[in-house]
């Protein structure tokens, strides 16, 4: 194998750049941590860390679930979860998103204000953290209050709930939001849509972002103010879907596989 992308099989995504690899003539394949984790053997030779084999990774796995449903598999997880973590982070060949000593998915979190905090910009707004879907407090009623759930990160406005089982998160937003994606990889990064927001100047601002975040790849998702003259930092996601990314594939795929293979 040339590359390893740990996540889901069934992920679009991941699907994609295994089929844009082999057009480029590599071999690309999609495991699960666990399957992973068997693959490397971390070893110290003279103070110095080997990783076998030594191969470059696409990083794709969620955080496992806040609910355990059976001891010996959330065990198992975890341990293979630490080697992959360990592995991925010591070896030398290129790994997007590459572990740090803070997490194994970078420094973004599902909270913005948290997020926004981390990423050196001035929070803004107010935000609601519930089992339950939260119904919204009074006393800012002319705003839109929407409920986000966390297991599917479907967002609708109140009194709408969200396909989901909880928990979630509440926030307010303009009464009629709009949005913008920035895909970004390293230095490089691609708006979603050709809205007139130049002046907003999203895509080095998102770059900066995802560096503070000390993540390579992510999609950041800005809230625009109805006059497009503002921006909000609405969310970051560490592993955006091929419907996040898929306007902007055909700059996305090559600059994938050039990172990976220089």
């Known amino acids: 194998m040339d590359l390893i992308i740990v996540g889901d099989r069934g992920d679009r995504f991941a699907i994609e ?3 844009f690899a082999k057009q480029k003539g590599f071999v690309a394949e999609i495991l699960d941590v666990c399957e992973a984790a068997q693959l490397f053997t971390v070893s110290i030779d003279s103070g110095c860390a080997i990783v076998t084999p030594d ?12 609910i355990r449903e059976d001891f010996d598999s959330s065990f198992q997880y975890g341990e293979c979860l630490a080697t992959l973590w360990a592995a991925a982070a010591l070896m030398k060949s290129t790994v997007i998103n590459r572990p740090t000593p803070f997490s194994a998915w970078g420094r973004a979190a599902n909270s913005s204000v948290l997020t926004s905090h981390r990423a050196g910009l001035s929070p803004k707004g107010m935000e609601v953290f519930s089992l339950y879907p939260p119904a919204p407090p009074q006393e800012l009623v002319n705003l839109q209050w929407n409920v986000q759930d966390l297991t599917t990160f479907i967002d609708t406005p109140w009194p709408e709930i969200p396909e ?8 307010y937003s303009d009464s009629d939001p709009a949005y913008e994606m920035v895909v970004v990889l390293g230095e490089r990064a691609w708006r979603c849509t050709t809205a007139p927001l130049e002046h907003l100047q999203l895509e080095r601002q998102s770059i900066s972002i995802i560096q503070r975040l000390e993540m390579t ?8 103010s109805p006059n497009l003259e503002n921006s909000t930092l609405f969310r970051v996601n560490p592993f955006p879907s091929m419907q996040q990314v898929q306007f902007v594939w055909h700059f996305l795929a090559p600059a994938l596989i050039k990172a990976f293979f220089p």
């Open 17 to 19: 750049v295994v089929n």
């Open 55 to 66: 191969i470059p990774l696409l990083l794709r796995m969620p955080a496992p679930s806040t």
């Open 164 to 171: 989901g089982e909880g928990p979630y998160r509440a926030h």
């Open 217 to 224: 790849f992510g999609v950041v998702i800005w809230s625009i």
